[in-house]
């Protein structure tokens, strides 16, 4: 148990999971959901979420008070990003700038990120769902690092400058680490380091 009472857990989220408890949705039992993950405590939330496709780090706490600070302050979140095609430096400077999405139908400036180009593939657990091969074409890995989140704003960013998100998988927040934790596993921790 925490010394503030509240618990805190950090999970690899695996891709084709919701991140959500319960969902409102008629086709419910099409979509898998984290409390499959584990029996987490009653009032466990998600601090920010991953969409469904998506896949790593995710927070959980019962302090809906931690979640807020965290989801509205500038914590920073750091992806790795695996690319349709070689991506070109001009296209990272370009994601490091900001570029113009689209969120719910209105353009949208993203702030200025970190980006850059990863040299050596990172390693991650295989998918559920494969991926395409070298078959067709080259892939590249960038890392982005955000301190806002839009809807789907990693995908939406790479695609704007024309090398669409092949996998998505989320490495840090603040200063909770993805690490070599194993796809759906999941780490109760003292408190969330930001």
Known sequence: MTSDCHRHFKVYKPYGYLSQFITNQN????HKLLGELNDFPEGTMS???LDKDSEGLLLLTTNG?????????????EYYVQLDGEITDEAVSQLKQGVEISIYGKPYQTKNCKAEKLRVAP????????????????????????????FRQVKKMTAAVGFPTLRLVRVRIGNEKLENMKDGEVIEIDQVAL
Do not use: M
Request: cysteine-free.
């Open 123 to 150: 390693v991650f657990p295989e998918r559920a769902r494969k991926i395409r091969d070298e078959r067709h074409g080259p892939t590249s890995w960038v890392s982005i690092t955000l301190t806002e989140g839009k």
């Open 47 to 49: 601090i920010g979420r």
């Open 27 to 30: 086709k419910a039992g099409k």
């Open 65 to 77: 008070k931690l979640s807020t600070k965290i989801t509205a302050g500038n914590s920073e979140k």
